[in-house]
């Protein structure tokens, strides 16, 4: 079964950008589709943003227009550009199949300083 390790949270100042990086231990094409998903503290997890194998996305109201999810099948990968970051993006971030099959990686931090 494929893998999915999660990079690239940081500190990050209001107004400013990060990029997530969603790695798979082996063929990402296997995965039909991809989410990005974040958990705030004492929240539940949501949905952030998804893509298909074919290239579709779909995007949370609350980012739409600031976030960017892209995948690249030769680096068998899925990002995340994350422009426009506001206080209230701060959250763990995990990539996952989508929908979830109940395994959860270590997810990425992202914290927005206001």
């Known amino acids: 079964q494929v893998q999915l390790v999660e990079s690239g949270g940081g500190l990050v100042q209001a107004g400013g950008s990060l990029r997530l990086s969603c790695k798979a231990s082996?063929?990402?094409?296997?995965?039909?589709?991809i989410a990005w998903y974040r958990q705030a503290p004492g929240k539940q997890r949501d949905v952030v943003a998804t893509i298909t194998r074919g290239g579709s996305t779909t995007y949370a109201d609350s980012v739409k227009g600031r976030f960017s999810i892209s995948r690249d099948n030769f680096e068998d990968a899925v990002y995340l550009q994350m422009n426009d970051l506001k206080p209230e993006d701060t959250a763990v971030y995990y990539c996952s199949q989508y929908p979830n099959q109940g395994s959860w990686g270590q997810g990425t931090q992202v914290i927005v300083s206001s």
């Open positions: 082996g063929n990402i094409n296997t995965i039909i589709a």
